[in-house]
């Protein structure tokens, strides 16, 4: 044998020893790759249930925003309807209301004042000298 037969023959077993580790390499990346396959299709299994149990929520949570839209509608009309009759209430009852206020303390005021001045000349000087006993 020559140096370039020998040359050859280690070459083909380089390359020989190359082919099984990339066959190596392939089988484990199949594996791999057939193991994400099985993650993958348990997860799409899986995956249908939550979504259909979400579209359930979605459409529970829809009626309910619904019927909160409709409280919120009588909530709105119930405040203007209150600004209302509150304004309709200030413009009946508020003059009057006003005006027998001021009368009621005015009336108040001038009987205190009027008490006052009786107590006052029951305590002073000239009331005694004057009249004595009531």
Do not use: W
């Amino acid at each position: 044998m020559s140096a370039g037969q020998i040359a050859a023959l280690i070459a083909a077993g380089a390359f020989v020893l190359l082919v099984l580790f990339l066959v190596i390499a392939l089988v484990k990346l199949g594996r791999t790759l057939d193991e994400a396959t099985i993650a993958i299709r348990k997860a799409h299994e899986n995956t249908d249930p939550i979504l259909t149990g979400a579209n359930e929520t979605i459409t529970h949570v829809n009626t309910q925003l619904e019927r909160v839209d409709g409280i919120t509608a009588n909530a709105a009309s119930v405040s203007g309807n209150v600004s209302a009759l509150s304004s309709v209430f200030t413009a009946t009852l508020g003059g009057p209301l006003v005006k027998t206020a001021a009368l009621s303390y005015g009336i108040s005021k001038a009987l205190r004042a009027r008490r006052r001045k009786a107590e006052e000349g029951k305590h002073s000087r000239r009331a005694k000298k004057k009249g004595g006993r009531r």
